[in-house]
């Protein structure tokens, strides 16, 4: 995808996430995504099972759990993208430089959910 791409997909996926209440995360690396849906069930399935899992855009697709939370892991969390190389992306709602973070930084070492784990497999793998 193109930093436009990014951008425009960005803005999309806040709008409507803000609209339906769900919060998460979709991380991008090197052509590959990685998503994390929280929200009302009656919501966040049908999204999945009609939408995302529907879109012919969308191959490869492996859901690794689904479950019921007490609290949401990722409440301020939209988007997360790798660094492009351009400073005026930090200024953009939902970004994150999570990806260009250490694995020594407290964010993983201090944070053992299993999500969090998930996005850490995610990002070593990554090429």
């Given at each position: ?29 090197d ?26 855009r ?8 689904q ?38 930084d ?16 995610f ?5």
């Open positions: 995808m193109s930093k436009t791409d990014l951008l425009a997909l960005l803005n999309r996926t806040r709008v409507k996430n803000e609209q339906a209440e769900i919060t998460g995360m979709l991380l991008f690396k052509g590959s995504f990685m998503q994390a849906l929280e929200g009302r069930k009656s919501v966040v399935i049908p999204l999945y099972e009609n939408k995302i899992k529907r879109d012919p969308h191959t490869g697709i492996i859901t690794l759990f479950a019921e939370i007490a609290e949401r892991e990722f409440p301020n969390w939209s988007m997360a993208f790798p660094d492009l190389n351009d400073a005026s992306l930090a200024a953009y709602p939902g970004y994150s430089e999570f990806l260009n973070v250490s694995f020594k407290k964010s993983f070492t201090s944070d053992k959910s299993k999500a969090r784990r998930l996005i850490s497999i990002r070593q793998n990554m090429r």
